[in-house]
């Protein structure tokens, strides 16, 4: 049985490296395997999450997300990194990375474990599949195969070989659904000054769509000259990203003291500025916020940043508090498509067995990976999806031969 795999991104590596000795060919584009994973985590490899669910994901078949991330958990694919040699550990925040905190760590352990079971043919992108006679055409040759495997990837990271092009080669008889581009940052209506640029508070960012209160990530927070980004925003980019696409009304809300309920931070303020009552507001709120920060949160406030704290009466504290509560932010688009880490949408996982990964439209054709419509939250799902995935496409095509 020939098994040809398009594409040695994480998914593909993961497939390769769960089969035993079978016919396995793997085709990528690159000049070697794993590229864009030698990018991921800021170059640390953020590969699963101690804190699991199919919350962390979105797709049209939520069947298919239930029994994939059952049959091969985060904790599967913890051990299996120690099976092929990868030491691991974890952030509080339940974020798993390899212990050395090296992308290419993982990638050179995949890579090697892969490599024992699988041929891979490098710089060959392919043109044209053939699937009514099972054939796959490269800018050089032509493969014949009896089970195809497609781990493309999606339209993210073009650079590294994620371009979207298998989409074009395969929409006239694949179903897909829409994409854009997801966990990266926000360009906004509203934006700081040129002093608050790249300033970094750990704070709460509340997304609501259309007003209505759809998720929260308490963690870091960047403002840029364009808008927002950090890991708080980059954990509700999918939600974001979608809202954006059907063109909904999207705000951000920024709380800089989550860890005050509105009631504390109100006794909280006024007992700093009544203690502190002859100094600036200025000066008052050094120790409150990034003195970077200052300027902008007084100016949203309207309130003189030479004004005295026994001048702020009670329209001024009341305006300040929800500046620095409930700082509004509409987002317009999205900022950078290019570093984007994730696509939203993809191959229509209606049309995907979940116990095989197998398309329900044509026979012997897979999909794994991020070339799925499934996109995981920031922090790890997203590898751990294209393990999971990879797995229960082994694991089926392994037992054929049985």
Same mark, same amino acid.
């Given at each position: 049985?020939?098994?040809?795999?398009?594409?040695?991104?994480?998914?593909?590596?993961?497939?390769?490296?769960f089969?035993?000795?079978?016919?396995?060919?793997?085709?990528?584009?690159?000049?070697?395997?794993?590229?864009?994973?030698?990018?991921?985590?800021?170059?640390?490899?953020?590969?699963?999450?101690?804190?699991?669910?199919?919350?962390?994901?979105?797709?049209?078949?939520?069947?298919?997300?239930?029994?994939?991330?059952?049959?091969?958990?985060?904790?599967?694919?913890?051990?299996?990194?120690?099976?092929?040699?990868?030491?691991t550990?974890?952030?509080?925040?339940?974020? *798993?990375?390899?212990?050395?905190?090296?992308?290419?760590?993982?990638?050179?352990?995949?890579?090697?474990?892969?490599?024992?079971?699988?041929?891979f043919?490098?710089?060959?992108?392919?043109?044209?599949?053939?699937?009514?006679?099972?054939?796959?055409?490269?800018?050089?040759?032509?493969?014949?195969?009896?089970?195809?495997?497609?781990?493309?990837?999606?339209?993210?990271?073009?650079?590294?070989?994620?371009?979207?092009?298998?989409?074009?080669?395969?929409?006239?008889?694949?179903?897909?659904?829409?994409?854009?581009?997801?966990?990266?940052?926000?360009?906004?209506?509203?934006?700081?000054?040129?002093?608050?640029?790249?300033?970094?508070?750990?704070?709460?960012?509340?997304?609501?769509?259309?007003?209505?209160?759809?998720?929260?990530?308490? #963690?870091?927070?960047?403002?840029?000259?364009?808008?927002?980004?950090?890991?708080?925003i980059?954990?509700?980019?999918? #939600?974001?990203?979608?809202?954006?696409?059907?063109?909904?009304?999207?705000?951000?809300?920024? #709380?800089?003291?989550?860890?005050?309920?509105?009631?504390?931070?109100?006794?909280?303020?006024?007992?700093?500025?009544?203690?502190?009552?002859?100094?600036?507001i200025?000066?008052?709120?050094?120790?409150?916020?990034?003195?970077?920060?200052?300027?902008?949160?007084?100016?949203?406030?309207?309130?003189?940043?030479?004004?005295?704290?026994?001048?702020?009466?009670?329209?001024?504290?009341?305006?300040?508090?929800n500046?620095?509560?409930?700082?509004?932010?509409?987002?317009?688009?999205?900022?950078d498509?290019?570093?984007?880490?994730?696509?939203?949408?993809?191959?229509?996982?209606?049309?995907?067995?979940?116990?095989?990964?197998? /398309?329900?439209?044509?026979?012997?054709?897979?999909?794994?990976?991020? *070339?799925?419509?499934?996109?995981?939250? *920031?922090?790890?799902?997203n590898?751990?999806?294209?393990?999971?995935?990879?797995?229960?496409? /082994?694991?089926?095509?392994?037992?054929?031969?049985?």
């Amino acid at each position: 049985m020939k098994i040809l795999v398009i594409g040695a991104g994480v998914a593909g590596l993961f497939f390769a490296s769960f089969m035993d000795k079978h016919d396995v060919a793997v085709i990528e584009k690159n000049e070697f395997a794993g590229r864009k994973l030698l990018a991921t985590g800021n170059g640390r490899c953020n590969f699963t999450n101690l804190n699991f669910s199919a919350d962390n994901f979105k797709a049209n078949n939520d069947q298919l997300i239930n029994h994939t991330i059952k049959y091969f958990t985060n904790q599967d694919l913890i051990e299996y990194f120690k099976e092929i040699g990868i030491a691991t550990t974890n952030l509080p925040s339940g974020r *798993c990375y390899p212990k050395t905190m090296s992308a290419k760590t993982v990638r050179d352990a995949l890579f090697l474990a892969a490599e024992d079971k699988a041929t891979f043919v490098f710089n060959e992108e392919v043109t044209k599949i053939d699937f009514k006679n099972k054939k796959v055409k490269t800018n050089t040759k032509t493969y014949s195969y009896d089970k195809l495997v497609i781990a493309s990837g999606g339209i993210t990271l073009k650079n590294s070989g994620s371009d979207g092009k298998i989409f074009d080669l395969i929409k006239n008889q694949i179903p897909l659904t829409d994409m854009t581009y997801a966990i990266t940052n926000y360009e906004t209506r509203q934006k700081l000054s040129k002093k608050a640029k790249g300033t970094k508070v750990t704070a709460k960012a509340s997304l609501y769509v259309d007003d209505k209160f759809i998720k929260a990530s308490t #963690d870091d927070v960047i403002f840029q000259d364009y808008g927002l980004t950090g890991t708080a925003i980059l954990d509700i980019s999918n #939600d974001l990203s979608e809202s954006l696409s059907y063109k909904k009304s999207s705000h951000i809300y920024i #709380d800089f003291f989550p860890e005050y309920s509105r009631e504390d931070f109100i006794d909280y303020l006024s007992s700093l500025i009544n203690k502190f009552a002859k100094r600036p507001i200025k000066d008052i709120l050094i120790g409150v916020i990034n003195e970077k920060l200052i300027d902008d949160m007084l100016k949203i406030s309207k309130i003189k940043p030479f004004k005295k704290g026994f001048e702020i009466d009670n329209r001024d504290f009341d305006k300040l508090v929800n500046t620095l509560k409930s700082l509004r932010f509409e987002v317009i688009d999205i900022h950078d498509r290019q570093n984007a880490q994730v696509t939203l949408g993809g191959v229509d996982s209606n049309f995907i067995n979940p116990k095989t990964m197998e /398309s329900t439209r044509i026979r012997d054709v897979f999909f794994i990976g991020e *070339c799925q419509d499934v996109a995981g939250d *920031c922090g790890g799902y997203n590898i751990s999806w294209a393990a999971s995935t990879a797995k229960v496409a /082994s694991d089926y095509l392994r037992s054929l031969d049985v």
